[in-house]
T-cell receptor
Framework: QKEVEQDPGPLSVPEGAIVSLNCTYSNSAFQYFMWYRQYSRKGPELLMYTYSSGNKEDGRFTAQVDKSSKYISLFIRDSQPSDSATYLCAMVGNQFYFGTGTSLTVIP | GAVVSQHPSRVICKSGTSVKIECRSLDFQATTMFWYRQFPKQSLMLMATSNEGSKATYEQGVEKDKFLINHASLTLSTLTVTSAHPEDSSFYIC??????????????FGPGTRLLVL
């Protein structure tokens, strides 16, 4: 079983939709959780990080962690074409583990 | 947030030549740096992990004699692709582990280097 599972998509949504991106994990020792955004031909950029269960908001983005279910989500409200990218989740225990990334396209 | 730079951003070379890619952490000290490889529309593939002052740890299937990694300081790591061949053409991304402004350890990525071997 992989440490981190992430649906690769691709996911296409109309502009303005709410997007939900998800990852599941198997290691209960993970302490920190992160989301990265990677545009085509660019390196990943850190979007959000959190270390506790619950929600964390930053503008149109909300990161949610449910440690009891070993499940994390990234919600994007009022999605924009500029949000089109690949989103990777990452988890930190004794080392970093990355999801494979979900490709998102927001259609104008 | 923390910044990681890579140089060059793009390189084209002839088959058989060697190419060096630099990765620098600009405003934090990175005791650990990582090198990834990414083919089009595929996920990041970890090649190796390097700690400052010690030998890099390579992932299974990655030739350490072909991909030379040097982590000479807390802010600089280099990847040298020796005797490059067309199949080495890829997007190489470095990453540095450090502490965010909130003193939480996280990992920052460089912008990537696109290598094309003719």
């Amino acid at each position: 079983q992989k440490e981190v599972e992430q649906d690769p998509g691709p996911l296409s949504v109309p502009e303005g939709a709410i997007v939900s991106l998800n990852c599941t994990y198997s290691n209960s020792a993970f302490q920190y959780f992160m989301w990265y955004r990677q545009y085509s031909r660019k390196g990943p950029e850190l979007l959000m990080y959190t270390y506790s269960s619950g929600n964390k908001e930053d503008g149109r983005f909300t990161a949610q962690v449910d440690k009891s279910s070993k499940y994390i989500s990234l919600f994007i409200r009022d999605s924009q074409p500029s949000d089109s990218a690949t989103y990777l989740c990452a988890m930190v225990g004794n080392q970093f583990y990355f999801g494979t990334g979900t490709s998102l396209t927001v259609i104008p | 947030g923390a910044v990681v730079s890579q140089h060059p951003s793009r390189v084209i070379c002839k088959s058989g030549t060697s190419v060096k890619i630099e990765c620098r952490s600009l405003d934090f000290q990175a005791t650990t740096m990582f090198w990834y490889r990414q083919f089009p529309k595929q996920s990041l593939m970890l090649m190796a992990t390097s700690n400052e002052g010690s030998k890099a740890t390579y992932e299974q299937g990655v030739e350490k004699d072909k991909f030379l990694i040097n982590h000479a300081s807390l802010t600089l790591s280099t990847l040298t692709v020796t005797s490059a061949h067309p199949e080495d053409s890829s997007f190489y991304i470095c990453s540095a582990r450090g502490f965010s402004t909130a003193a939480q350890e996280t990992q920052y990525f460089g912008p990537g280097t696109r290598l094309l071997v003719l």
